[in-house]
């Protein structure tokens, strides 16, 4: 009769779930000597078994799985990092120049570093011309997951200074691609202009979550204790100078920089450019 697999929640064989993990639990055990050889299987149940398997450590049963695992958890991108790490904090910047419409161009700059100890940091800005701009810094954790860095922000572990860029709240969640961190080797990387935006750009600025990224579950970091959660909420200082206009029936908050560089009677006009182009600052 079939069991319910540990490591993956799907069906097995009961001979073929029982062997493997009763092979792993053996793996540095100090009784693996005095055993005698475990029973050869056929291919097709090896196959059958490998589909479940999600430990590393199984690369060491022989070639054919090692080979199967390494392509299935992609690991060998993530000893590369793990690599790049022992000599100190990956660094990673990421440069592109995009049209927005006539005339009009945006140009992004994203500053990563992650350190050892699964913290990271990361400063972006995005500017469309003279007088338009966006800047925000992060601190928050990382972790590997398959061939991505997954990243999560958190409030800073230290006082912040009225006169530093403004920090993320905690919450945002994106996932970059490891090939893509260490291709830079540790320098800038700048995108070929007019490229689409890289998939994490968005919820690394927004923190808003494309639906389709299956990689976040909710509490995936730590345990979530929902009788704290609306008390530990973020929320962003209101503006007591903050001016309004009127756009599509709905108002909306003049940027800073348009209030101080433009007069007043424009002020609808370039917030309607800056929604229509989801720009926000």
């Known amino acids: 009769a079939p069991e319910l697999c540990r490591t993956k929640g799907f069906p097995c064989p009961f001979f073929g779930h029982r062997f493997l993990c009763a092979s792993l639990s053996l793996l540095n055990s100090p009784l693996q000597r005095k055993m005698a050889p475990a029973p050869d299987l056929d291919e097709e149940l090896q196959s059958k078994i490998l589909m479940y398997v999600t430990e590393p450590r199984a690369c060491l049963s022989c070639q054919s799985w090692k080979v ?14 793990m690599q ?30 992650f350190a050892p100890d699964g913290k990271y940091t990361l400063m972006w800005t995005r500017t469309f011309d003279a007088w338009s701009s966006q ?70 600025r927004t923190g808003k979550q494309d639906e389709s990224q299956s990689w976040w579950t909710e509490g995936m970091w730590q345990t979530i204790d929902s009788s704290t959660t609306e008390s530990q909420e973020f929320r962003a200082p209101a503006n007591p100078n903050a001016r309004f206009v009127e756009i599509d029936g709905e108002l909306q908050e003049v940027s800073n920089d348009i209030v101080e560089n433009y007069p007043e009677e424009q002020w609808a006009r370039l917030m309607k450019c800056r929604l229509r182009f989801g720009i926000n600052g």
């Not at 920090?167 to 490229?195: E, H, N, Y």
């Open 68 to 81: 199967h695992l390494y392509d299935s958890l992609k690991l060998e991108p993530k000893i590369r990092f």
């Open 84 to 113: 790049e790490l022992q000599y100190g904090p990956v660094q990673y910047c990421y440069n592109a120049v995009r049209p927005l419409g006539e005339d009009f161009e945006e140009s992004v700059g994203y500053s990563f570093s």
């Open 135 to 204: 800047c925000e810094q992060h601190f928050g954790r990382w972790r590997i997951y398959m061939d991505h860095v997954l990243c999560e922000t958190l409030l800073p572990e230290r006082e912040v200074s009225e006169t530093e860029v403004r920090f993320a709240p905690p919450g945002f969640k994106f996932g970059i691609v490891i090939d893509d961190i260490l291709s830079a080797k540790g320098g800038f990387f700048q995108a070929k202009d007019g490229k689409a935006a890289a998939p994490w750009e968005m919820p690394a």
